[in-house]
C-alpha cells in the first residue's frame, strides 16, 4: 500500500470530510496526517480499507475488541437483540445478565452501574467519590490518560519539567478550562513513593479519591510498582480515601481484570471497552456502600443521580455479555500467552538488530521504545522529540505494509490474533526499524 496517497478514495473522502466535521472526523486520538484511512469492513484480526488495502488489526479499536472484529457469538447475539429492542426506556434483563457475570468474576465489584464510554464510567466514578466521602478532591497520577472529563484530563499534557519541587503542577488539557478544575485535583508523580506521599498527607483530609491505571497507556504501559500500589493502598487506608483503578484499558489483563492479576481489590474502579463486545460502553462497579450513592434513599433523591438515554442500552449488554462469555481464565491465558509471544519475538529482533530498544507491556498489551534507559518514573518515560519522530516515521512504514497500531507504538491482541500474524508484525517491524535507522 502508498500511503500518503492523493488519488485514494481514503483521501478524497477526508477531503469532503473536512468541510463538514472539524479535523475530519470526530475522534482527536484516530487523526492521521496527511488524512485517515476509511474502512470498508473488518473480520477477526484483518481490515480493509475503502481502496481495498488490508491490514492486520494491532490496535483493535484502542484495546476494546477481545476478539478482534465480527466475533461470530457477537454478531449472532446482537442479530437477535435488534428484532427484539434496540433502546428504550424500560430495562432489560440482559443488563442484569452482564452486571451479573462481571459481580461473579471480580473480588471488588459487588454492584455495577453502566453508562456509554470510558470518558463517563471515570467521571461517574470520581463523582461517586466525592459524593460518598463529601470530600472536593481528586488525586491522580501526572501524564495518564482517563478519557475527557475535564478532572480526569488535568497534568496530562504535563513535561517533565512541570514541577514544584517534587510535586506536579495541574494543568489543563483543553483550553478553557477553569482553574476551579485545575484546584480541586492533585496531580501525583508516578512511582514517586515519598512525593507521594507528602502530597496526600498534605491533602488527605479533603481527598476523594486517588486514581490510577495499571496499563497506563501514555506511560508504554508501564505499570506502577508493586511498592507504590502498596503505598497507595496503605496511604487510603490511613485518609480515608477510596483507591480508584481506572481498568477501562487494564481489565484485558484477565478474567478479573488488572485488579485481579495485580492483586489488589480497590474500592471502586472505572470499565469499558471489552466489556462491551465492540459496542460503545462504561461502567462503575465497586463496593456496595459506595454505589449506594446511585441509590434514593429515604424517599430522596440520590446523591448522585445519573441519568442517560443509552445507558445499559440492550445492544451493549448483548454484545458485552456474549464477548465476555467466550472468555474463560485459560481463554485470558491463551490470549496472554500470545501477548507474551510477540514481546519475546520483538525482544529477539532488537538483540538482533542490536539496537538501542525495548518492547513493554503485559498480558495482550505492548508498546515498543526506542531507547534502552530504565524506565519508572514519569521524566525517563516521556518520549522525547527524536523518539517521536523515528516512532511516527516507523509507524508509517508499518502502516504502508499492512500492519495497523496506534500512535506511540502501543498494541494489543485478541482472540483472532495468529502465530501467522505476530511473525508477520514481527518481520515488518524488523525491516521497517532496519529501513528508517
Ligand atoms: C485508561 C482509560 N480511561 C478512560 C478512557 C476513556 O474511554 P473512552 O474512550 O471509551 O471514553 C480511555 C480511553 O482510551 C482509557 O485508556
Known sequence: MEYPNPDSKSAALYGRAQSVLPDGNSRTTIALKPYPIYIEEASGADVTDVDGNRFIDFNNNYTSLLHGHCFEPVRKAVEAQIVKATACSFTTEAEIELAELLCDRVESFEQVRFCNS????????????????????????????????????????NKPGDRNGSAPISTAYSYGTPDSVLTEVVA???????????????HGESLACIMIDLMPQTLSM?????????ALVRLTRKHGILLAFDEVISFRLGYSGGQGMFGIDPDITSIGKIIGGGFPVGAVAGRK???SVFEP????????????????????????KAALQAMDEDKFDRLNAAGHQLRQQVTEIIAELDIAAQVTGKGSLFSVRFHDRPMRHFADIVIDEAENL?????????IGNGIWLGGNMAGCLSTATTQTHIDKFCQVLKEGIVSQK
Open 118 to 157: 470510558g470518558s463517563e464510567a471515570v467521571m461517574n466514578m470520581l463523582k461517586a467519590a466525592r459524593a460518598f466521602t463529601g470530600r472536593p478532591k481528586i488525586a491522580k497520577i501526572e501524564g495518564l490518560y482517563h478519557g475527557s472529563y475535564d478532572f480526569a484530563e488535568v497534568s496530562l499534557r
Open 188 to 202: 501525583l508523580p508516578f512511582n514517586e513513593i515519598e512525593a507521594t506521599e507528602s502530597l496526600i498527607n498534605l
Open 222 to 230: 508501564i505499570s506502577p510498582s508493586e511498592d507504590y500500589l502498596k
Open 289 to 291: 456502600d459506595i454505589m
Open 297 to 320: 434513599q429515604d424517599g430522596q433523591s440520590p446523591r448522585l443521580p445519573h441519568g442517560g438515554t443509552f445507558n445499559a442500552n440492550p445492544i451493549t449488554m448483548t454484545a458485552g
Open 390 to 398: 523515528f516512532m511516527d516515521k516507523l509507524r508509517r512504514y508499518l
